[in-house]
């Protein structure tokens, strides 16, 4: 089973700066994809960053320029930098993945297999 976990949440003033990480366990496949999902109070989990094993990046328009999604391979780490928060940006993120694909497409729940448990943003005005 591949576990994912995330860690880095916390609370921060409006315009502040947060980062998260995601440890993944080493994949068998070589293609693959790694996302950043967010829930927000009231709303449905919602796809917000991806990057594939070609280190390919994909972003919302609610965050492009403002957050950069990367990958440590030697670490086995997704991170996540959120820059110029905004309340808006309050929500859980989680880190998921899916193996034996690229992201190019995929920007929904049920296509990705793998899921953390979930951080914390919390961003106050």
């Known amino acids: 089973q591949v576990q994912l976990s995330e860690s880095g949440g916390g609370s921060v003033k409006s315009g502040g700066s947060l980062r998260l990480s995601c440890h993944f366990p080493?994949?068998?496949?070589?293609?693959?994809?790694l996302s950043w999902f967010r829930q927000r109070p009231g709303h449905d989990r919602e796809w917000v960053a991806s990057i594939d094993s070609e280190s390919i990046t994909s972003y919302v328009d609610a965050v492009r320029d403002r957050f950069t999604i990367s990958q440590d391979n030697a670490k086995r780490t997704l991170n996540l930098e959120m820059g110029s928060l905004k309340p808006e940006d309050t929500a859980i993120y989680y880190c998921?993945?899916?193996?034996?694909?690229?992201?190019?497409?995929?920007?929904?729940?049920?296509?990705?297999?793998?899921w953390g448990q979930g951080t914390q943003v919390t961003v106050s005005s």
């Open positions: 998921a993945s899916r193996l034996v694909s690229k992201c190019a497409g995929f920007y929904w729940v049920p296509d990705f297999a793998y």
């Open positions: 080493a994949y068998t496949s070589s293609v693959y994809c």
